[in-house]
Each structure stands twice: as C-alpha cells, then as structure tokens.
C-alpha cells in the first residue's frame, strides 16, 4: 500500500486524511497539537468544560464536525497520528520526526503538507518588551487556556483576526483598552466591495462584529511605539486618522497584520516560491490541486491563506490529486474547485481591505528592534546594506536578522522592507530567506543514544 | 510584580502545586507551563540579548521565545508542555551549566 504523509491536523490535514481513508488507504499523520484541530479549532485540554459555541461562535458546528470526523478515524484505525510531534527536516522520501517518542524517521511515497499559517508581523518600536504577543496568541490563550495575557489589553495591526480577538476576548470579559486598525477606511471600503459580492454573509458577520466594538475601534491608525517599565507595556502611542498623538495606557499588547504562510518544509521539499504582491510575502506554487513538486502536494493556508473554509476544501483537492496520481479513482471535484475560486476572491479583496503596512516598517526608526529573538535594531540591518547589497540571505548573514530561534519567521517580511527601502528597489527584489533544517528545535537527548551504562552522563 | 495572567474561564480545576525559581506556586490541572507561571508572575525569563525580559510571543510553537529550565536539566517550552505536580523549573539555566562554568 503506498505511504502518504500528512503534516498537520488542522483543517486541511484532516479532510486529506478523510479522503484517503474513504479510498481506502491508510495516511500517517504528523501534528504539533496534543490534539487534531490546528490553529483556529484548537481544542483545550481534556476537562475543560466550555461549549463549543463558546469556544467556536458561529464555527462550532463546523469545528465540532473537524473533530469528530478526526476521532472516529483515529479510534478505527484508520489513520495513524504522531501527536505533538514535529517534522524537522525532509531528505528523499524521509520525514525526520521529533516528539514525546523520541526522534524517529518516516519514510513515505506521497507527501502532503498542510502545515498552515502564523500572524504576519511588523515590528512597533518596543515590540520587544515582556507582555506584547501575536494576535494568535491572544487567541490561542483564551481559546486553550481560558485566560487574557493582561489586565488592560491594546490589540493592534489589521486584518480579520483583529475584529475577531477584540470580539472574542471582549465576550469573555477581558478589558480591551483599544484595538487600533492600520488599514485606511478607502482601503476597507474597495476592499469591503469585493468582500460582499465573494462571500455576503461573511462579511456581514465581520462588518457586525466590528460595529459591536465601537468606540475601542479606531481605523487608520499609525503606530508609533510601546512604551515599557521594568514590568512589560504600561502604553501604545499611536496617531489617529486626524493626526494626532494618542496614548493608551495598556499592560499587554497583542499585533498581528493577517497571516503569513509556514512555508519551511515546502522549501525543504523543492517547492518553488513567488512573491505574491496581493498577500505581500512569498508563497508556495502549485496547481489548483496543490501539486507543488513531484510527490510533494499542499494545502491549506500554507499554499494559499484563505482561512478555514478553503483550508477544508485545499485538503480535499491535494488528496484527491494523490490519488489520481496514484492511479486509484477519484471522486469528481468540479464543485470544489468552484469553490476555492470565490474563496480565492474573497481572499484577495480581504488583502486590498486590511494592507500590509508597509509606510510604517520603511520609516521605522534606526533603533527600534527588528529582529526580536536577538534583540538587533532596523540600524543595524541598514548598516549592514553597503556589504550585503540589497539581498535578503546576504543581510542576514551579516547582520543576524532572521538568523534567531524564530528563524526569519517573524522579523523576515519586515527585514526585507527595510533593506528595499534603504536600497531604493522593490521589495520583492531582496528574496527571502532559504529554509534551513531543523525548522523547529531538535533536542540533541533525542539524537544521542543511551548506550553508556557505567553510570556516567 | 503580580501575575501577567487574568483568568476569565475554567478556573474549577484541581489545583497542581509546583516550584518557578525555588519559589512553590500552585497552577490548575490542563494549564500549560506557561498559563501557570504567567499567573503568578510577570515574565518568564530573561532575554539573551537585551535588558528586557521574555514572556512569550506566538503560543504555538512558532517563535521559540518561551524556552525555559528545569532544575533536573532538560529544556522546556513553556507554550507547549502541559504542567505536572512536582515540576521544578528555572527562569535561567541551573548554575552547573554548561559544565565547568560555575561550581
């Protein structure tokens, strides 16, 4: 029987693996969660007691199908799952797995990679401090952990996911000081366009979720920095639509300006990449199916962010391109990829709504700290352009940004800006980083065997 | 400082006792390591390569801010690893580390 690997159970992952299963194969999966459901219906810990409207809102019902459809396989044995394990690296026809087992090496004949999306972030001066997270963050800790990461909260960046957190975390009786939007209200309003005629009801659920936030809503805003004692954020000053100098005392902060897609094991795996000037950062390419390179298939928001829904339905597609692939029959897909197109245009009009703040990272100050994992300033990277040249790899080789334990995840968007800026070129012209394994910590106690018995370390 | 961490939800679970820096503090059965210490304290640990401390950032996985101590040696990540009775963890690493340097 052949070997298909799935990494990530998410939305994607899982309905790959259903189809593969109702082929009557039996895919091995890989996930980093304790439990299947990815980012956004990530599942608390066992005993936990809110409902899944409470966790879900309008998506639990969605969620909940996710989950059960993941359990009934896993309980019939019908998928394998290496739960809170990650892959590290790929060599040819090899997965390099570390997790509560130990490091092990999967061998597989298909590869599909559904191994989704993180919050794309621009740097705010003092973004370093203690008490200032992502987004996602705010999220994944009143959604796992049923807790607010402060007191007073500012959240602030652009994008779906900021309405979203403030509404979520409002609901659940956070203190939300302020929720500062970057995007200009001519930008949400073409872009709302587009929105609507895609996807009516969605929006329409966006747009009311944000009219219930009210007076905590502030549009076009520019963010000017964080301000910090000893003890984390005590405020965010920022400028408003009118111009002028605001100040909201907060003690944490949570930004994030969409989403960006995990793209490591894509690049390990050969898949060529495309600066993508819609969704501002490089993405994977692949046909409509996912097919990205020989045996390699993607899915999920680490091809193309289109969220949850199109997510479900990337999983089906890559699926169903292995088993055409495979040679085996394949259910007929027309209606999804009809789909996946409006979902792709509401994707795309979501982007023109909510930009990529670009103006604010150009004109970030020399020593605002760009790179967070190492503490190294927007200054440092401009000094390192008159030897680097305006190159992505070359800047970080000498001046360490992208070079942390994040490696590049967080600071590599903003880093390019920075240097095109200096340059005077496209942002695109600068690259990316290349991938480099492992792309997530390994443990050396998982590579060093324990033969030694004569009592020494 | 006090904890950085407000509890909003869940908060009927047995309690698990544990140390942070010798001192014992006690979090809830299904908090991560994190969850626990953040609700006692401000940070997690200090930064490698600046004044500030560290706290966290992506809480999945992603950023590798939220690496701590545990006095037995092995690292931990904060953001994923469920709390259990009895750890003993270190916002810095123990003072036998790396070998020879320091007593």
Request: charged content about 20%; glycine content about 12%.
């Amino acid at each position: 029987m052949s070997r298909i690997l799935i990494v990530g159970a998410g939305p994607a992952g899982i309905r790959a693996a259903e189809r593969l299963v109702e082929a009557g194969l039996h895919p091995v999966i890989v996930d980093e969660g304790a439990r299947a459901g990815g980012q956004i219906y990530r599942r608390p810990p066992a005993g936990f007691t809110r409902t899944a409207a409470q966790l879900y809102g309008s998506e639990a019902a969605k969620a909940t199908a996710l989950h059960s459809r993941f359990d009934a396989m896993l309980t019939a044995g019908q998928v394998t799952c290496h739960a809170r394990s990650s892959v590290i690296a790929l060599s040819a026809g090899v997965a390099h797995v570390t997790g509560p087992e130990g490091a092990q090496q999967i061998g597989f004949d298909k590869l599909i990679l559904a191994t989704g999306a993180m919050d794309r972030l621009a740097p705010v001066p003092g973004w370093q401090s203690a008490g200032v997270y992502s987004l996602g963050a705010a999220q994944i800790a009143l959604k796992s952990q049923g807790v607010a990461l402060g007191a007073r909260m500012v959240l602030a960046g652009s994008g779906p996911l900021l309405t979203l957190v403030a509404s979520q975390l409002i609901r659940a009786g956070a203190q939300v000081a302020a929720v500062l939007d970057t995007a200009p209200l001519a930008d949400q309003l073409a872009g709302g366009v587009g929105m609507a005629l895609a996807r009516p009801w969605v929006t329409l659920r966006g747009a009311l979720m944000r009219a219930h936030l009210r007076r905590v809503y502030h549009a076009a805003v520019r963010l000017t920095g964080i301000e910090s004692d000893a003890n984390g954020p005590t405020a965010v000053c920022w400028v408003d639509r009118a111009g002028r100098a605001r100040s909201t005392p907060c003690d944490a902060v949570a930004l994030g300006w969409h989403l960006r897609a995990e793209t490591h094991l894509s690049d390990l795996a050969g898949v060529s990449m495309r600066w993508d000037p819609q969704f501002h950062q490089w993405l994977p390419q692949a046909d409509d199916y996912g097919r990205a390179a020989k045996d390699v298939y993607l899915a999920g928001d680490g091809l193309r962010i289109l969220g949850a829904d199109g997510a479900e339905l990337a999983g089906k597609l890559a699926a169903t391109a292995c088993l055409q692939d495979l040679g085996r029959p394949a259910p007929d897909v027309a209606q999804d990829l009809r789909r996946l197109r409006r979902m792709q245009r509401f994707a795309k009009a979501l982007q023109r709504a909510f930009p990529w703040p670009a103006d604010m990272l150009r004109s970030l100050p020399d020593d605002a700290i760009l790179c967070r994992c190492e503490g190294i300033s927007a200054g440092d990277l401009r000094d390192a352009l008159p030897l680097a040249g305006a190159d992505a790899n070359r800047g970080k080789a000498l001046s360490r940004v992208g070079m942390g334990r994040c490696q590049g995840r967080y600071c590599q968007l903003a880093g390019a800006e920075v240097l095109a800026a200096k340059a005077g070129v496209r942002v695109a012209q600068v690259g990316r980083l290349r991938s480099q394994p492992p792309v997530r910590p390994a443990p050396i106690s998982a590579y060093v065997s324990d033969t030694r018995k004569d009592g020494a370390e | 400082m006090t904890g950085r961490i407000v509890r909003l939800a869940e908060t009927a679970r047995p309690e698990v006792r544990f140390t942070f820096d010798g001192a014992a503090l006690t979090g809830l059965a299904g908090d991560t390591v994190l969850t626990a210490i953040l609700q006692a304290r401000g940070d997690l640990r200090p930064s490698e390569f600046g004044p500030e401390r560290r706290a966290g950032f992506c809480l999945m996985g992603a950023c590798q801010d939220c690496w701590i101590w545990q006095e037995q040696g092995p690292r931990l990540r904060a953001c994923s690893t469920p709390l259990e009775a009895g750890m003993a963890l270190l916002s810095e690493a123990p003072g036998h580390w790396p070998a020879g340097t320091a007593p």
